[in-house]
């Protein structure tokens, strides 16, 4: 039920980051942004969504403590003492107080409010919060509020645009805007990354499934620098360029998938340990051979891994290449994923554990 749970989180960060767009660009005056249709029965739905994709991990738990205390019993346990459990009653509560102020068609302020204390909800149940008290909370609620404003704006641009005027007014505070955004997701990143790996373990915790989606995931962040770059200061044109605002937004959503699963998933705080209790990641043994405890990377550089890293750099460069070609824009993200995955080869053929 893991990956049912991952996927169920994944799909509350997009939902989200659509409803973070909304407040966001309700507070930019009319000139100052291109004309963007959402109907309210969109965000409705959206609204409506959230009570049912928080309540996978929910139900796991009740079904889990049900089979020893009863199902009513484990229902009142579950939402009074697990996070979880009180994560979905507040999230409820916010989605339901959320949903009136959009139907009476409420302040931005409002909005933004309940926007706001629904990011904070989500960091509340995380892995970082329960490990690190308050400031795991505030590194994943500000990693996490980066992110969905980040990716909001852009899924409002790049799929609800109905005319481009106003494109340079929007970029003059648009980019500055994502720019900050940038800095906030790989600050926090890096801070909460510490929580939970140390940096000379870094290499060393790609033995394990958490450790392998945390390099996915920096490596999923190349392309999309390359395609925020490409959008904010090549596109520089009174039109936007729809194909590649839509590549970026793609990068953001994969970011936000790998993130979902990472929450899932043992984070490595001692990496022997969690090695010897839930085993290696996939496919580690075949890149570098069996693996024992102790747990340790060395760096071994070899031809396989250079010519792997060597195509990851050509697929960035074709990446490239299809903004300038003007390329179809699924290409363009094709040649993205190539990068991740013939870089992380490389980097997996270049260790031994």
């Known amino acids: 039920m893991s990956w049912l749970i991952a996927l169920s989180d994944f799909l509350l960060y997009v939902v989200l980051a659509f409803l973070a767009g909304d407040a966001v660009l309700r507070f930019i ?64 509560l916010m989605a339901l107080a959320w949903l009136v102020v959009v139907w009476r068609d409420g302040s931005s302020v409002l909005r933004a409010f309940w926007l706001v204390l629904s990011v ?12 690190a008290d308050w400031q795991g909370f505030a590194g994943h609620a500000l990693h996490f509020l980066a992110l969905v404003l980040w990716a909001g704006v852009l899924i409002h641009i790049a799929w609800f645009l109905r005319d481009g005027r106003n494109w340079r007014a929007f970029l003059k505070w648009f980019t500055p805007f994502s720019v900050a955004m940038m800095i906030i997701l790989i600050g926090s990143g890096i801070w909460l990354m510490l929580f939970f790996v140390a940096p000379e373990d870094y290499a060393s915790s790609w033995i394990l499934p958490y450790g ?39 990068l953001l959503l994969l970011v936000l998938l790998i993130t979902a699963f990472m929450s899932k998933l043992a984070p490595p705080h001692n990496i022997n340990e969690t090695f010897r209790m839930e085993g290696g990641a996939p496919f580690v043994e075949w890149f570098a051979g069996p693996q024992y405890i102790p747990v340790h ?37 094709i040649f993205s994923l190539g990068f991740i995955a013939a870089t992380y080869t490389g980097l997996m053929f270049s260790f031994l554990f």
């Open 120 to 131: 904070l909800n989500v960091a509340y149940a995380s892995h970082a919060a329960s490990i």
């Open 29 to 92: 005056k009319p000139e100052n942004k291109p004309l963007i249709e959402v109907p309210k029965k969109l965000v409705l739905i959206a609204l409506a969504l959230i009570p049912l994709l928080l309540a996978p991990p929910v139900i796991q738990l009740v079904l889990l403590l049900g089979e020893s205390f009863g199902l009513m019993q484990a229902v009142v346990d579950v939402t009074t003492e697990f996070r979880a459990g009180q994560s979905y009653v507040f999230g409820v």
């Open 212 to 250: 392998q989606l945390l390099l996915l995931k920096h490596l999923s962040i190349v392309p999309l620098l390359l395609a925020a770059f490409i959008n904010a200061v090549l596109s520089r044109s009174d039109a936007p360029n729809r194909s590649w605002l839509k590549v970026e937004s793609w």
């Open 297 to 333: 990377a060395v760096w071994t550089p070899n031809i396989d891994g250079f010519l792997m890293m060597a195509i990851g750099l050509i697929f960035l460069g074709l990446q490239w290449l299809g903004y300038r070609k003007q390329l179809p824009e699924w290409l363009s993200f």
